[in-house]
Every structure is written in structure tokens, then in C-alpha cells.
């Protein structure tokens, strides 16, 4: 059972536009709410969360909203560039353990 | 080095063989992770440990699989009699304690295994 689901695969954005992934969760029980960043041959790296007590959190051109009642997760980036083409994971954290998504691979076109 | 260090970065094997995947974690965490990730997929949970005991192993998926951390640093990850199912990337992951907290991990840049 996929307690993280990242229903698209792919998107693809011009430069300068508003690059929005999202993830869907089903436990209600989950702490924290996090993005993940991974580029080809790297380890993911960290990049923004949210705790379950707030409904947003920004960093930067980076925003993370999170709809508890749709068990919704969005990460937003405005303005995008070429150099946030990666994979994208949505994790979400309860205890020790951190679920990953599947991931949603973002193309930064110039 | 600052980071996670993951040795080897690359593993060819046959299949039945024996392997051994390391760990080094960042110095002074105390919790590591193992993940595997599979192409097209997210890191998938292997084992959790806090110092030198597995807090969860609920991720491997089957005997063959074992990890230790004898001394709270260096972790080891093996496989017994490896499969051609066990071809991924193995990540290792570290953090300062032990409740996943805002749940920052720092991987390594994994160890990619492939048995032929």
C-alpha cells in the first residue's frame, strides 16, 4: 500500500514560470511534511518541510502547502530555473521512519 | 569528508554471490539509514538504526538481507546469495537523533548494485 503517492511522473515548465508538484498522503498521523531534490548520480538532498501543525512554510522561491483535510501536499516554485530540473520526492516522517513518493521529474526549459 | 560517504559506488556481481555495501555517516549522528531505491521509484526503507542497535527492521525484505553498526559509526549493509531483483541503488542516510523530527535527512550518493 503507497502511503505517498506522486501522481505525475513528469512536468515540464518554461523558465520563469511557477513549477507546482504535488503528493498525496493517507495517514492522517505524520509529523513532518518534507521535499526532497535528487539529481542524476547524487543522494537527495533536503529542501523544504512543513510541520503538521502549520498550512505553509516558504524558503526562498520555495513554498510548501499542506491541506490536512485532503491530505495534500504542494510544493510550489516561482520563479523556476533551469537549475531545479531534478527529480522531486515528497517524504512525509511519523517516529523514526520517512516514507518517500515515487518522485516527479521537473524539466526547466530556457 | 563532511558528507556521507558510501562505499563502493558501483557493484557488478553474479547472481548467488555474497556483497557487502558501507557505510560512513556524517561524524556525530547518531541515527543511519538504509534505503534502496529501485529505477522510477522513491527510497524504499531498508533498517533504522540509533547507535549501534536496529531500532526497526522492517524494511528488509528477506533474510538475506542483514546490516549492522558494531561500533555507532560505520554501517554495513550485506546480501547473502544475491538475486537479480536485488539490482538497485542503496542509499545511506544520517541525522543528528533519533526521532525523525522535521525528518532532514543527509544521504550519501549511494551504492549501486547490479547483479548479473
Known amino acids: 500500500d503507497q502511503q505517498v503517492k506522486q501522481n505525475s511522473p513528469s512536468l515540464s515548465v518554461q523558465e520563469g514560470r511557477i513549477s507546482i508538484l504535488n503528493c498525496d498522503y493517507t495517514n492522517s498521523m505524520f509529523d513532518y511534511f518534507l521535499w526532497y531534490k535528487k539529481y542524476p548520480a547524487e543522494g537527495p538532498t533536503f529542501l523544504i518541510s512543513i510541520s503538521s501543525i502549520k498550512d505553509k512554510n516558504e524558503d526562498g522561491r520555495f513554498t510548501v502547502f499542506l491541506n490536512k483535510s485532503a491530505k495534500h501536499l504542494s510544493l510550489h516554485i516561482v520563479p523556476s530555473q533551469p537549475g531545479d530540473s531534478a527529480v522531486y520526492f515528497c517524504a512525509v516522517t511519523g517516529g523514526f521512519k520517512t516514507i518517500f513518493g515515487a518522485g516527479t521529474r521537473l524539466f526547466v526549459k530556457a | 569528508g563532511a558528507g556521507v560517504s558510501q562505499t563502493p559506488s558501483n557493484k557488478v556481481t553474479e547472481k548467488g554471490k555474497y556483497v557487502e555495501l558501507r557505510c560512513d555517516p556524517i561524524?556525530?549522528?547518531?541515527?543511519l539509514y538504509w534505503y534502496r531505491q529501485s529505477l522510477g521509484q522513491g527510497p524504499e526503507f531498508l533498517i533504522y538504526?540509533?547507535?549501534?542497535?536496529?531500532?526497526?527492521d522492517s524494511g528488509l525484505p528477506n533474510d538475506r538481507f542483514f546490516a549492522v553498526r558494531p561500533e555507532g559509526s560505520v554501517s554495513t549493509l550485506k546480501i547473502q546469495r544475491t538475486e537479480r531483483g536485488d539490482s538497485a541503488v542503496y542509499l545511506c542516510?544520517?541525522?543528528?537523533?533519533?526521532?525523525?523530527?522535521?525528518?532532514?535527512?543527509?544521504f550519501g550518493e549511494g551504492s549501486r548494485l547490479t547483479v548479473l
Open positions: 561524524s556525530g549522528h547518531t541515527a
Open positions: 538504526f540509533q547507535g549501534t542497535g536496529a531500532a526497526d
Open positions: 542516510a544520517s541525522s543528528p537523533g533519533g526521532l525523525a523530527g522535521s525528518g532532514e535527512l543527509f
